[in-house]
């Protein structure tokens, strides 16, 4: 309309350059050149090349996604956290074992969420200082310290090697724990219900002399 100005555009574009055909990202943003009337008599328009960056958003995205992928599907514990072991993911499993929501811990410590393996906090800053994962630890602990876990943490670093996280992964081997418990009171049963047959085999022998 006569007068009214064409508002100012932004738009992702796919171009295909002319110098070996190949498509690529463009940032087109443009804005209106009025005349005295307020009408638009031209357009002033510049495009960025970002395909670099946009291809790296993508990636992002798609290893977000697979990241997010893992930790639902994974069999095992899994957190990852910062230098100052907050919370920056963590799946439902290990989140479980806390006895918390997965997004109650996010931002949250290791000492405010698993209070009751006061152990962990210690181990978790030992590989952030030293840069040297620690793993197989077992570890009592859980909501009513019934629970059993092997525990394993790796420092996550940054390309140029300074550390600024942890990852963990964690099984639950409360089953297993419980399974060498009464494997162990059965064999000391057992080397007891022996000696004491000796003692009897001894006794008769005794009394036959």
Same mark, same amino acid.
């Given at each position: 309309?006569?007068?009214?100005?064409?508002?100012?555009?932004?738009?992702? #574009?796919?171009?295909?350059?002319?110098?070996?055909?190949?498509? =690529?990202?463009?940032?087109?943003?443009?804005?209106?050149?009025?005349?005295?009337?307020?009408?638009? #008599?031209?357009?002033?328009?510049?495009? &960025?090349?970002?395909?670099? =960056?946009?291809? $790296?958003?993508?990636?992002?995205?798609?290893?977000?996604?697979?990241?997010?992928?893992?930790?639902?599907?994974?069999?095992?514990?899994?957190?990852?956290?910062?230098?100052?072991?907050?919370?920056?993911?963590?799946?439902?499993?290990? $989140?479980?074992?806390?006895?918390?929501?997965?997004?109650?811990?996010?931002?949250?410590? &290791?000492?405010?969420? $698993?209070?009751? $393996?006061?152990?962990?906090?210690?181990?978790?800053?030992? #590989?952030?200082?030293?840069? /040297?994962?620690?793993?197989?630890?077992? #570890?009592?602990?859980?909501?009513?310290?019934? =629970?059993?876990?092997?525990?394993?943490?790796?420092?996550?670093?940054?390309?140029?090697?300074?550390?600024?996280? &942890?990852?963990?992964?964690?099984?639950?081997?409360?089953?297993?724990?419980?399974?060498?418990?009464?494997? =162990?009171?059965?064999?000391? /049963?057992?080397?007891?219900?022996?000696?004491?047959?000796?003692?009897?085999?001894?006794?008769?022998?005794?009394?036959?002399?």
């Amino acid at each position: 309309d006569e007068g009214k100005a064409d508002p100012p555009f932004s738009r992702e #574009v796919r171009i295909c350059r002319a110098l070996d055909r190949g498509w =690529r990202w463009f940032l087109l943003t443009g804005a209106p050149i009025q005349d005295p009337r307020g009408g638009t #008599v031209a357009w002033a328009t510049v495009g &960025v090349d970002f395909h670099e =960056r946009r291809t $790296a958003q993508a990636e992002m995205i798609e290893t977000s996604a697979q990241l997010r992928a893992t930790y639902e599907s994974a069999p095992v514990g899994l957190c990852l956290l910062d230098r100052e072991l907050r919370y920056i993911a963590i799946n439902d499993m290990l $989140a479980e074992f806390n006895g918390k929501p997965a997004s109650s811990h996010i931002g949250r410590t &290791v000492r405010d969420m $698993a209070p009751s $393996a006061p152990q962990i906090d210690p181990v978790m800053r030992r #590989v952030v200082e030293t840069g /040297e994962p620690i793993e197989g630890l077992e #570890v009592k602990g859980g909501v009513d310290g019934s =629970r059993f876990w092997l525990c394993s943490y790796y420092p996550v670093r940054r390309p140029d090697g300074l550390v600024i996280g &942890v990852s963990g992964a964690v099984i639950d081997i409360t089953a297993r724990k419980r399974i060498e418990d009464s494997e =162990r009171m059965l064999s000391r /049963e057992i080397d007891h219900r022996a000696q004491n047959a000796l003692s009897v085999v001894r006794g008769l022998s005794l009394i036959h002399i």
